[in-house]
């Protein structure tokens, strides 16, 4: 009941601003664009470590986007957005080292059209009652919006690089022009509940295409959260963003670090500093809250300091850092893992997004929690239409898990991954890359053989 209430309130919401929309003025402007992804994609060792564990896997992603707009005056628009995507595996194992059979079923394994869902569809009302303030209503996207994403960034996770949408409300007050204010509220249901699906399938599970098929599964759990950002530049080249998170995650559908139903407050601050060439970025968050019946307390952040060389031929940047998370420490009443609230993307690697839920106990993709990562990077432009970037990345664990399957239990040493990729602009429509990352585990696992990820990429936008 309370599902149907949340859909009837945003729908006719919705309905409301389109129609209030529609007798703001007379001149009404559109546009539209399309996008076209294409991904062939190369996993190995990616969960466990361990050649004699077969989880090798080899497809194709195929994403289509189609959006429109339209704008009835300067301060009052409606957006809306189409996306699909379907894959096809030409291998696939999973752990138990079963290859599926490719006569047994089509779904899931050839080129099926999958779920068309409305990626975003949001209403955007400016200057508000004449104030400075900005209000956007509905399915809309945070990329890089708050603190470079590290808390918000995919309120979708379960459904890969899909889609990234958060359902919410979010005003913007501009207080003058060195500070805003937003206010944030977030409803993230483990399906989609609040807008149609067009052609629903039940979809195969995570550890066979063929075997098991759900709904397909966006959240972990149902979640909700509220967010307060200031975001002020009174100090001159210093961005200085201030920020509360409340999440709360429930326990219908959760495992390993999300089994129980959860609270989490978490304070912080990201800095960026520029005082060319150099820039320094700094951020630093705290969470306390509930973890089922027991406190939490956890810690996370990072700092990175970046080098540009704009003089010299291919303008070649440079950039060094430390992450830390938080990990749960064995013996005490308290949880200390950090949690990575909204922020489940591949944030640090496409392979590790992985290879971490193993010691979460959730198999839970980019649960970012008890890591340190000593990161190193190096980019240059042999052209004016390629970029090379390469890192280096040491990670370890700040708290030893109980041993299972993967992790050995005794160490703390994840191991090295070194990343390289290649990006080239065919021209302002079509850009390719080629991503490669090769991880050599440490002692935290139980198993040493190398993992791998290959991606390559296609992407057409109009």
Not at 144 to 169: C, H, K, V, W
Request: proline share 3%.
């Amino acid at each position: 009941m309370k599902r149907m209430r949340d859909l009837r309130f945003i729908g006719g919401l919705l309905c409301a601003l389109c129609f209030f929309s529609s007798t703001a003025s007379a001149e009404i402007k559109t546009k539209w664009g399309s996008a076209f992804r294409l991904r062939e994609e190369y996993w190995k060792n990616w969960k466990d470590v361990d050649n004699d564990q077969k989880d090798n896997r080899n497809f194709f992603r195929v994403k289509s986007s189609l959006w429109g707009q339209v704008d009835f005056n300067e301060n009052i628009a409606l957006h809306a957005k189409l996306t699909n995507e379907f894959k096809a595996y030409t291998y696939f194992a999973g752990t138990s080292g079963a290859v599926p059979d490719k006569s047994a079923t089509k779904k899931g394994y050839h080129f099926d059209i999958n779920e068309i869902v409305f990626d975003n569809l949001y209403a955007d009302f400016k200057n508000t009652f004449g104030a400075p303030i900005d209000v956007r209503i509905g399915r809309q996207d945070f990329l890089g919006t708050y603190g470079e994403g590290f808390l918000i960034m995919d309120g979708t996770p379960q459904d890969g690089s899909r889609t990234f949408y958060f359902n919410a409300a979010k005003a913007s007050w501009r207080a003058n022009n060195e500070n805003t204010i937003d206010f944030v509220y977030l409803n993230d249901p483990r399906t989609d509940e609040f807008l149609p699906v067009i052609n629903r399938l039940r979809l195969p599970s995570a550890t066979n295409p063929l075997l098991g098929k759900t709904q397909q599964v966006l959240n972990t759990t149902d979640e909700q959260g509220f967010v307060l950002d200031w975001k002020t530049k009174t100090i001159k080249n210093l961005l200085l963003e201030n920020y509360y998170i409340y999440k709360r995650e429930d326990d219908d559908g959760g495992i390993g670090l999300q089994a129980k139903r959860g609270i989490i407050n978490t304070f912080g601050s990201f800095a960026k500093y520029d005082f060319s060439p150099w820039t320094l970025r700094v951020q630093i968050a705290e969470q306390f809250g509930k973890y089922g019946d027991n406190d939490r307390l956890a810690t996370g952040g990072y700092a990175f300091l970046d080098r540009e060389f704009k003089g010299p031929r291919w303008t070649p940047r440079a950039s060094a850092g430390f992450i830390y998370l938080s990990g749960d420490k064995a013996g005490t009443d308290k949880d200390e893992a950090w949690d990575p609230l909204f922020s489940r993307y591949p944030w640090i690697s496409e392979f590790f997004v992985n290879t971490i839920a193993s010691d979460t106990g959730n198999s839970i993709a980019g649960y970012w929690t008890n890591l340190q990562v000593y990161r190193t990077e190096f980019s240059f432009k042999p052209t004016t239409k390629s970029k090379i970037s390469l890192w280096y990345n040491y990670l370890r664990a700040n708290a030893q898990v109980a041993a299972n399957a993967v992790c050995s239990g005794t160490g703390k040493e994840r191991g090295h991954l070194p990343q390289l990729r290649w990006d080239y602009a065919i021209n302002k429509n079509i850009t390719t890359y080629i991503l490669g990352e090769y991880f050599i585990p440490g002692n935290f696992y139980k198993d040493h053989d190398p993992g791998m990820f290959v991606r390559a990429e296609v992407l057409i936008k109009f």
